[in-house]
């Protein structure tokens, strides 16, 4: 990582692997600068196809090319807004990737022949880009944001919403939202565990296609560890 004055940092790395007598690179670069108003990064991974990582051995591929890119801006009093891209381009496993495979589980191309359960990862092409932005007027926040799949015509997705604090720790919530055409809207009430010896809550709820499930659960106090 290098710092280039008052612009931002730089940063590049790079990886090779030797599996069953192949060798294979991995490239990385990135760049990123952070500001009071202002904020833009970038970075890039290039695989070679004969790179491996531990992964990559157990049969799930390394992703060929992921492209990250993102921008930000503040507008004082109106707000901020942002814009990110993210791509990710992986080829399809060679053969099943066990998730349960008993002794004397065998593989014969992508075929297994013996019991177990087994997940074929399909090649994935991502390409998604997605523009938020939020405000704060007194002491209510609104937000929106929206995203579409360059890959999948039809993976786009709208969300907007707000949350009002009630007291000091505790806030409630909506918001409404559509994914692929399909509508969705949710509430929620939390209150948050500060110190040893508070304790929380979360309640949420939502309704839309495929959904219509509410769930409530208390927290733990802020002195447990659940494990």
Known sequence: MVKVGNLGVVNAAAAASASFGRTGTQLS????RVGRIFSV???AIIAGRNFRDIAAMNGDPVPRLQL????????????????????VDRDAAPAPIPIYAPPGSVFTGSTSLIGGVYYLQPAE?????????????RDVSLYATGYHDFANSHASGVLVGMTIPIGARSSVGAGLGSTSGNGSAQVQAMQSPVSIGDWGYQAYGST????????????????????
């Open 208 to 227: 839309g296609l495929g959904a219509g499930l509410g769930r409530c659960r208390p927290d733990w106090p802020a002195d447990h560890d659940a494990g």
């Open 41 to 43: 990064g970038a970075s």
């Open 29 to 32: 670069v990135g760049a990123q």
């Open 125 to 137: 092409h991502t390409h998604i880009a997605s523009a938020s932005y939020s405000v704060q007027i």
């Open 68 to 87: 990250n890119a993102n921008a930000g801006l503040s507008l004082g009093r109106f707000g901020s807004v942002g814009i990110a891209y993210t791509s």
